[in-house]
């Protein structure tokens, strides 16, 4: 018997998340950098107009996002079988 | 700039803070959600990118939308006068020649601030959720559907609002009328306007 060490074991790299969680990853940050230009402009220069988009489409989108993100979340948790 | 720090000065002083919190807060939030957007597709569907997002998306945003919201809700609560449909009725409260109730009220500072928001909007929390309800509804008029020609009150003007101040005031009690065994369950009902007898608040025609 020879002290050669033995190969190390091959290992599989890690799974790529599905796309459809990237989708919506990618949707979540999209609707949030909107809510999020909402909300900004709404600080940077108040005006009834803009602090009700901000209202509507602003915190509408921002919660959007929220959904998305959680969603993706729970796909990817069933996924691995957690839940 | 504001010297004072924040819990100095008066509330304008607290909102601009508030607003700046949330400005910052808001740029942190999108430089997060640019970073996770400009690498590459696999990478946001990722442990490190939810977690990246937990901060950016959750958190971050979460405040600055509460900042927004404090800092609206204070705003609004003067932004009758910014929308020149209202500018004759505003005129006629700054008028110091004017003798209406509405006057009276500015020009003895009887309200201090945001006159047109303490009168006309409810006590507790539903009142001020019915007020920011109307208030999108007027934003809408001036902006989408256009302003009708003839402006009403929406509804009968709610006389606790008269009352919170008035009621139960020396003064108020020494009129025989608000104190008659008939008419006091009638005022206080709503039933009978403080305006049945008391001159309109606003001149009767557009001024």
Same mark, same amino acid.
């Given at each position: 018997?020879?002290?050669?060490?033995?190969?190390?074991?091959?290992?599989? @790299?890690?799974?790529?998340?599905? #796309?459809?969680?990237?989708?919506?990853?990618?949707?979540?940050?999209? +609707?949030? &950098? %909107?809510?999020?230009?909402?909300?900004?402009?709404?600080?940077?220069? @108040?005006?009834?107009?803009?602090? #009700?988009?901000?209202?509507?489409?602003?915190?509408?989108?921002?919660? +959007?996002? &929220? %959904?998305?993100?959680?969603?993706?979340?729970?796909?990817?948790?069933?996924?691995?079988?957690?839940? | 700039?504001?010297?004072?720090?924040?819990?100095?000065?008066?509330?304008?002083?607290?909102?601009?803070?508030?607003?700046?919190?949330?400005?910052?807060?808001?740029?942190?939030?999108?430089?997060?959600?640019?970073?996770?957007?400009?690498?590459?597709?696999?990478?946001?569907?990722?442990?490190?990118?939810?977690?990246?997002?937990?901060?950016?998306?959750?958190?971050?945003?979460?405040?600055?939308?509460?900042?927004?919201?404090?800092?609206?809700?204070?705003?609004?609560?003067?932004?009758?006068?910014?929308?020149?449909?209202?500018?004759?009725?505003?005129?006629?409260?700054?008028?110091?020649?004017?003798?209406?109730?509405?006057?009276?009220?500015?020009?003895?500072?009887?309200?201090?601030?945001?006159?047109?928001?303490?009168?006309?909007?409810?006590?507790?929390?539903?009142?001020?959720?019915?007020?920011?309800?109307?208030?999108?509804?007027?934003?809408?008029?001036?902006?989408?559907?256009?302003?009708?020609?003839?402006?009403?009150?929406?509804?009968?003007?709610?006389?606790?609002?008269?009352?919170?101040?008035?009621?139960?005031?020396?003064?108020?009690?020494?009129?025989?009328?608000?104190?008659?065994?008939?008419?006091?369950?009638?005022?206080?009902?709503?039933?009978?306007?403080?305006?049945?007898?008391?001159?309109?608040?606003?001149?009767?025609?557009?001024?």
């Amino acid at each position: 018997m020879s002290d050669v060490p033995a190969p190390p074991a091959p290992t599989t @790299p890690p799974a790529a998340p599905p #796309a459809g969680s990237a989708r919506l990853i990618t949707a979540a940050c999209a +609707l949030g &950098l %909107l809510g999020i230009g909402f909300s900004l402009a709404h600080f940077i220069r @108040p005006s009834p107009l803009l602090f #009700a988009l901000f209202m509507i489409v602003g915190q509408g989108s921002f919660g +959007l996002a &929220l %959904l998305f993100y959680v969603i993706a979340i729970f796909t990817d948790l069933r996924r691995k079988k957690v839940l | 700039m504001s010297h004072e720090g924040l819990f100095s000065g008066g509330t304008e002083n607290v909102m601009r803070w508030v607003s700046g919190a949330g400005i910052v807060l808001g740029l942190a939030a999108a430089g997060i959600l640019i970073v996770v957007l400009a690498r590459k597709p696999e990478w946001r569907g990722s442990a490190p990118a939810k977690w990246a997002l937990l901060v950016g998306l959750l958190v971050l945003p979460g405040m600055t939308m509460l900042s927004g919201n404090v800092v609206g809700f204070h705003k609004v609560k003067n932004s009758c006068t910014q929308c020149h449909t209202m500018d004759p009725w505003v005129q006629d409260m700054k008028d110091p020649k004017s003798t209406t109730l509405v006057s009276k009220h500015y020009q003895n500072r009887w309200i201090p601030d945001d006159q047109c928001y303490t009168c006309h909007t409810g006590y507790g929390l539903a009142g001020n959720i019915q007020a920011k309800i109307g208030g999108l509804g007027h934003v809408t008029h001036e902006y989408l559907t256009g302003v009708p020609d003839v402006i009403k009150i929406h509804r009968p003007f709610n006389v606790d609002t008269c009352l919170h101040c008035h009621g139960e005031s020396v003064k108020y009690l020494k009129i025989d009328q608000h104190v008659d065994a008939e008419m006091k369950p009638k005022i206080l009902s709503g039933e009978l306007s403080c305006f049945e007898c008391h001159a309109s608040p606003h001149p009767r025609k557009k001024p």
